[in-house]
């Protein structure tokens, strides 16, 4: 993966500057701001006139391309709108009409220019921090398994940004430098997540997981293997890959951003790198999309990867289940019982809700580390689909302050979530005349029964969990998004005191 460079630095004068392309905001103004008007100036009247012809209005999510003058190759006017009444919602649209438009561009290098910006801007570190972040994810693009001649071309390699009359330009630095880190960590995410099932096995996750705790000092990575799980009874966990030639893996990553004494934070990832259903199997029609089924546990690296990058001053625990969920004559059956660490007994009714049967004993062992919160992440549900479609991560959880640190925080980075209930109601339709619980509910409210079998995993913790079979992959263009990485981060900043 090419990584782009974005900084923050002040710009010389207009006659001075040399780009291959100068973007320019512009807000919905009246009249040109005086920096507008001289390089409107420079390039001979162009700018007015693409105003004054329709060309380009500075409404928000407007862009046209200029021919450059002088030093500046060419010019991209990017309409701010009313950039007083800014939200995250405008911002985001902005910094991605600018991302796409840029990173499509032949330029190789370019200057994001604030200058035109005059008047008050709601929130500058949000506005620049989302720039760095669209950015980032825009220049993105999945090459692993093609050939060169289908790469589509990314001259894009530099990205300056002028903080101009918005902030400081250590403000700026440090604005775009989260926006930055968080692409990245989101784009770790996606680059995992898309891979296919035959490269990305529960064995290749572990190796990465040793690549990133060598990307960064205060990471580290042990794994336990499948005789190691069985010695602590994760006999949930391990019956989803009897049927799979690929073992199972339990990759615990730890970063330590404070002091060794201080109480974690633990992310616990669903980490089923193929889901064809099992002996439950699931129909042919896009099951190659059930590859993107380790969505959690990616995200747990994007998080880590991004955390670690801005130095949270936190401790972090990520808990990765990794399996791969197969049918065979070895194979979990219908009505099997099998034990989890945590001693409950558990009928497996379907052999397709095995999201819930490796992250219940990755739970119960994520109690050791003594967590403050746990927040687990998993492509856990179809019915999550139907309840909010792609837009929303689902949040269930035990605890009301933890849930709403994560709704707010879907908010802050507009990488929003919706809160499900799990009353004792729900729970019910989980009982078993021949274990301790079931796996699957059979009366209605599918993400949220789910979410009730993993409740009784985290009695002794506040816990939350998020289901992202929605958020975490697009069906057309196919692809992860990286979801739910800047919600995480988001929550993870506001836990470590970041403003
Ligand atoms: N991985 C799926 C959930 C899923 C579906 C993710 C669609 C992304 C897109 C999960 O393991 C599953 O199969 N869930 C079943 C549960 C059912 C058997 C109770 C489902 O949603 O159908
Ligand atoms: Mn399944
Ligand atoms: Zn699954």
Partial sequence: MASLSITARTANTIGQIKTQALVALVPDKKTLAPSLKALDKLLGGTITNAMKNGDFSSSLGSHHWLPGSAGVQRVLLIGCGDIGGQTVSSAKKLAETLARSLVSSQARDALVWTDGLTGKVRDASMLLEQIALQLTLAHYQYEHTLNQRKKPARPLKRVAVSPGNLCSLAEAKRSVAIGGATGQGANLTRELVNLPGNICTPKYLSGQARKLARMHSKLSVSVLNEQQMASLGMHSLLSVGNGSDQPSQL?????????????????????????????????????????????????????????????????????????????????????????????????????????????????????????????????????????????????????????????????????????????????????????????????????????????????????????????????????????????????????????
Wanted: aromatic share 8%; with cysteine; net charge negative.
């Fill in 251 to 499: 990759i615990v990553m730890k970063y330590q951003g404070a002091s060794a004494k201080t109480r974690p934070y633990c992310l616990v990832g669903k980490g089923i790198t193929f889901d064809t259903g099992g002996i439950s199997l699931k129909p042919g029609g896009k099951m190659d999309e059930m590859k993107f089924d380790m969505g959690g546990a990616g995200s747990v690296f994007g998080a880590l990867h991004a955390a670690a990058e801005m130095a949270l001053p936190i401790n972090i625990v990520g808990v990765i289940a990794a399996a791969e969920n197969m049918p065979s004559g070895r194979a979990t059956k219908p009505g099997d019982v099998v034990t989890s660490m945590s001693g409950k007994t558990i009928e497996v009714l379907n052999t397709d809700a095995e999201g819930r049967l490796v992250l219940c004993d990755a739970l119960t062992y994520a109690a050791r580390f003594e967590p403050i919160e746990v927040v687990d992440i998993a492509t856990l549900t179809g019915a999550i689909i139907v309840a909010l479609g792609h837009e929303a991560t689902g949040i269930f959880s035990n605890d009301d302050h933890l849930a709403n640190s994560l709704i707010s925080a879907g908010e802050r980075s507009h990488d929003r979530g919706w809160r499900f209930p799990i009353w004792d109601e729900y729970h019910r339709q989980l009982d078993s005349p021949f274990a301790d619980l079931a796996n699957i509910g059979a009366g209605g409210a599918g993400s949220i029964t789910a979410a009730c079998f993993l409740a009784q995993f985290a009695e002794d913790y506040k816990w939350a969990h998020l289901d992202i079979a929605g958020s975490a992959f697009r069906s057309a263009p196919k692809g992860a998004t990286g979801r739910p990485v800047p919600l995480l981060i988001a929550y993870l900043r506001e836990r470590a005191g970041h403003s």
